[in-house]
C-alpha cells in the first residue's frame, strides 16, 4: 500500500498496469492543486488547463466524472489542507508510439502534505541559483505534461539548503522559468514582466492566475524576454502550491522584498484561504 | 494480468505503483531489443547505451544483475523470436522533481511479438511523409529515454495504410529521424549521411550498428544536416527491430531501392539471424 491515499480510475488502488502510456511515454498530463479546508484552490485554473492540454494532447476526459471523483476523493480522505495531485494518462493500448485505439484515459488521484520548510520562501524570500540545464523549444511548451526530465535534471543540480528553486534559461540564455515556479520580475520603470511560454516551459496556473489580478488592477502584465542578468527592481517566482516566493539572493545579486511583490503574494495568500 | 510477459524487478508482476518516477515524470529510459531465437540481437549495443544513458541521467542500476534477469526472463517465457522491451526507472521516491534519496531504480522486462505487416517495407520499401511536428533542441538528445510525447504526437499524424513512417524536421527545417527510425541517405555523390543527433533525436542502436559497418567496409559516413527535400539517391530508416526499411516514396518523391541501402539492410538482417 502506498503511504498516502490513491485512487485510479474511481476506486483506492496504488498500482497501475506497467502498460500505461503515461510510464511508456509520459503520454499524459498533471495537475498540481493545493487543497484549502479540504477545497482545491485556483479550481477554475486547474479545471481549465487540464481540458486544454487534454485536447492538445488529444486525450479524451470525461471532466464532469473527474470532478466528482475529485470531490469524493477530498470528502472521502477527509483532507484539509494538502496537495491534490491528479494525473490524466491516455492509458493502455495503442501499438509502439501510436495511440490509435487507445480511448480509455486512466484518472489517478493522490493526496500528499504540503511541503514542510523549516524557514518559508513566501515570508523571508527565496535563494535561487542558475541552473544549467537549457530548455530546449518545444511544440509542447505550456503545457503540464508528464515528459518532464528536464525539470528533474535541473532540480538535482543542488541538494541541501543553500537554495529554494534553480532557474531555467532557454538555448538563447533568457530565463523562462524555475524548476517548479514560474517568473515575474518587476522593471525599474514598474512594469510587472514575465517571460513568453509559447516555445518552452510550463504556463502555470498561478502565473495566469496573478495575470489576471494585475490587469484586473489597472497594470500592465507584458509577456516578453527576461535577460539571465535580472537587472530589475523585484523578481518573484509562483506556484500553484507554494504561492508567491519574492527572490532575495541569485547570482550574486541581492533585492529587498519588494512592494508589487508583497501585494500579489498576499492576493494569492487570500485566494489559497478563501 | 497483462497479456504478455511482464517481470518487475526479477519478479512476474504486471503492475507497478503509481508513485513510479518513470509515470510521475518519465524519470527512466527504455531500450527495444530484437529478439531472435531466444536471444537480444545488437545486445553490447543495446546495454552500452543503457549504461550510457542510466550514467547520464544519474540513474544508479546493477547491468550484471539486469542481463541475468534479461536472459531468465527470455528462457522462462519460452521466448523465440519476438521483442524484448527493457524500461528502467529511478524508482519510487524522492520529493517532487528532486530525485534525493531515490536510490532503487526499477526494472522492468515484456516481451511482445514481432511487429506484424500485411506488406513487409523491409522488403517492398517504405512510403514515409513529412510530420508536421517539430523536434525541438534538448539537453537530453540522443538518449532513449521515456519523455515521447512528441513521438506519439507524430504518429498521430496518420493512420491507416497509406504511409509506413513519418519524418520529423528541427525547427530550422532539417530532417531528425522518423518518429521510431533513424534516418540515412546516400548523396548523388555515394557519401552515406545521417543526421546530427547532438542536439535532437535518439541515436538508434541499429543507426551505430550501421555506422560501424559501413566505416569497417571502407566508407566514410557523414554526420551532417540532411535538408528535408531530400535531393539525394538512395534513402533509407533503421531501428533495432524492423531493421532496414528503403524509403521509396517522400512528399512527391520516388525512388528505387538503391544497392547500397540493400547491401546495409542484408547485413543488418544477418545480424538479426545471427
Known sequence: ?????????GVPESFLPV??????YGDGLF??????????????????????SCHQLGIAVDIERLLEEVDAFLLDNRAGDGVL????????GGRGYNPEGCLSSRRILSLHPLPSRSRDPGVHGARVKLCQMRLGRSALAGLKHLNRLE??????????DAYDEGLLCD?????????MSNLFVVTH???LVTPDLSFHGVAGVCRDFIMEFARHRGMAVKVQSVPRGLDVAEVFL????????????????????????VQIRDCVLEEFNA
Open 1 to 9: 500500500m502506498s503511504e498516502y491515499p490513491v485512487w485510479v480510475n
Open 19 to 24: 502498460s500505461d502510456r503515461g510510464l511508456a
Open 31 to 52: 495537475e498540481t492543486v493545493r487543497v484549502a479546508g479540504g477545497k482545491p484552490t485556483l479550481a477554475d485554473y486547474h479545471w481549465r488547463r487540464l481540458q486544454r
Open 85 to 92: 495531485k491528479v494525473m490524466i494518462t491516455r492509458g493502455s
Open 151 to 160: 525539470q528533474v535534471l535541473a532540480r538535482s543540480e543542488w541538494q541541501g
Open 171 to 179: 538555448f538563447a540564455g533568457n530565463l523562462v522559468e524555475g524548476t
Open 189 to 191: 520603470e514598474g512594469a
Open 238 to 261: 509562483c506556484n500553484s502550491v507554494n504561492g508567491v516566493w519574492p527572490v532575495i539572493e541569485y547570482e550574486g545579486r541581492e533585492w529587498e522584498i519588494g512592494p508589487l511583490t
